[in-house]
């Protein structure tokens, strides 16, 4: 086991089993989330468990939600118990440390691992943008990114992809970080909070915690979907040797994604119902506007299949950041056979 696989594993050991976090919405409205796990029923009989770990709770990831209200997991045999792990790195923890058989978040982890001699393989894509948005009670509309000179950014720590994101977009506009703008770190879920509290100009977001800003008088100042375009934001990722004994589980879970995906961009009043019930103590209006910029900007995957183009503005970003070398070829790492047979199957 080398030293960073370790590293994984010692973050992780902590949060693999805790129930869902406060998301950020919930904290830019001052409430808390309450578990879709544990609102469930006791196991089906006849269904596979499956173990699986999200990083943040958060409607990136509105297409899981969907597939769990619309029973699609159920339906293809999946008993699904959710967590939430607190942050990317956190989530992939629990797949090496054995406490959850998948975990969607940012990808590059499952690419780190690969790198430094660990296992991991994605096997689908949940979130195709960058679902993150620059959001601000003070700034007016940014066209360039040379307009964040000066300003205070609050992120989620490094590795998490809105730190990324926004230290990218610095650097290439030939900003230094900590010279020329500060990026200011804080948990996962709290960048919103903080930002209204006064700690930044501007905060890096996902929602619905930027449409419950919104509703507090914030606005939306820029848009990294269209500025990053396709992209890998959000993968599921799983060992090999998860894949070896039960592939039926892996085809099945991806399959339900795939069906899920397509159904959330078919019925869109669903979508905002699963939201409602998603995020239960923000204004239904709110969330509704929240799953409107979703669609809007095609930040969901509308497939679970992972295409080249998406995978490679992912790794373009995490080569120049240094936290990827990139040295792990497409179709080692991405396995797209479970994605192409649900794709084949629902057509």
């Not at 196991?43 to 468990?49: D, S, T, V």
């Not at 999200?54 to 699904?80: R, S």
């Not at 183009?309 to 990139?326: E, I, R, S, T």
């Amino acid at each position: 086991m080398t030293d960073f696989v370790r590293h994984f594993l010692d973050v992780g050991s902590g949060v693999s089993r805790r129930n869902f976090l406060t998301g950020s919405a919930a904290i830019a409205g001052g409430v808390a989330l309450a578990p879709l796990a544990a609102s469930r029923p006791a196991r089906a009989a006849g269904l596979k468990e499956v173990r699986f770990s999200e990083a943040v709770h958060n409607l990136g990831y509105i297409n899981l939600y969907v597939g769990m209200h619309a029973k699609i997991f159920e339906k293809n045999g999946l008993d699904m118990k959710i967590s939430a792990a607190g942050g990317d790195t956190q989530t992939f923890a629990a797949v090496l440390g054995g406490s959850a058989d998948f975990a969607i978040g940012d990808a590059t982890m499952a690419q780190i691992s690969r790198e430094n001699g660990g296992p991991g393989v994605v096997v689908g894509t949940v979130v195709q943008r960058a679902h993150y948005f620059g959001v601000s009670k003070t700034l007016k509309p940014i066209a360039d990114p040379k307009d964040f000179k000066g300003l205070k950014i609050v992120t989620s720590p490094e590795p998490n992809t809105n730190f990324s994101v926004a230290k990218r977009l610095l650097e290439k506009a030939g900003l230094k970080v900590g010279v020329d703008a500060t990026i200011v770190p804080v948990n996962p879920g709290t960048e919103i909070a903080a930002m209204l509290a006064g700690q930044a100009d501007i905060a890096i977001a996902y929602q619905p915690s930027v449409a419950a800003a919104e509703a507090q008088g914030a606005n939306v100042v820029f848009d990294f979907s269209t500025y990053i375009g396709p992209f890998c934001n959000t993968g599921i990722m799983v060992l090999p040797t998860t894949i070896q004994k039960d592939p039926q589980m892996v085809q099945a879970l991806v399959t339900s994604f795939e069906e899920a995906s397509r159904k959330t961009y078919a019925d869109p009043a669903f979508a905002k119902e699963v939201a409602r019930k998603e995020f239960p103590d923000l204004p239904g209006e709110v969330v509704d506007k929240a799953i409107d910029a979703e669609l809007k900007y095609l930040i969901p995957a509308q497939s679970v299949v992972t295409k080249q183009d998406q995978w490679k503005n992912l790794m373009d970003m995490q080569v120049y950041l240094g936290n990827a070398k990139g040295s792990i070829a497409f179709d080692q790492i991405i396995d797209n056979s479970f994605a192409d047979k649900a794709v084949a199957s629902l057509k």
